[in-house]
Nanobody, 129 residues
Framework: LALVESGGGSVQSGGSLRLSCTAS????????VGWFRQAPGKERESISC????????????FYADSVKERFSTGRDNAENMVYLQMDNLRPEDTAVYYC???????????????????WGQGTQVTVAS
């Protein structure tokens, strides 16, 4: 499974961006997919995770407190893609954003990044004040 992020860019504070994580080599349906970000000089932060699809459900999404109510993640199954919709962006959201997949289909906060075995190359998001 290979992942490619896209959709990053520069926006003003309060603006929106939509990141995409597109997979090749396998279907994303049964993988859990996490979004992470890393700002200069800071550790990589987990910001969201969506569990694998079960029957008619596209999975359950979880969010870090720092992005809850502003960011949302979901699946575009036809495009084999998971998106991250980011609204009301703030300067502190500036970072490189990564997506990662886990064959466990689960989102286990306690396991951090270790449960994810495929990572994208990252996409830069810059929010100007």
């Amino acid at each position: 499974l290979a992942l490619v992020e896209s959709g990053g860019g520069s926006v003003q504070s309060g603006g929106s961006l939509r990141l995409s994580c597109t997979a090749s080599g396998d279907s994303l349906d049964f993988y859990s997919v996490g979004w992470f970000r890393q700002a200069p000089g800071k550790e990589r932060e987990s910001i969201s995770c969506i569990t694998g699809r079960i029957r008619d459900s596209d999975g359950t999404a979880f969010y870090a407190d720092s992005v809850k109510e502003r960011f949302s993640t979901g699946r575009d199954n036809a495009e084999n893609m998971v998106y991250l919709q980011m609204d009301n962006l703030r300067p502190e959201d500036t970072a490189v954003y990564y997506c990662a997949s886990s064959p466990t289909s689960l989102c286990l906060k306690a396991r951090g990044t270790q449960m994810f075995d495929s990572w994208g190359q990252g996409t830069q998001v810059t929010v100007a004040s």
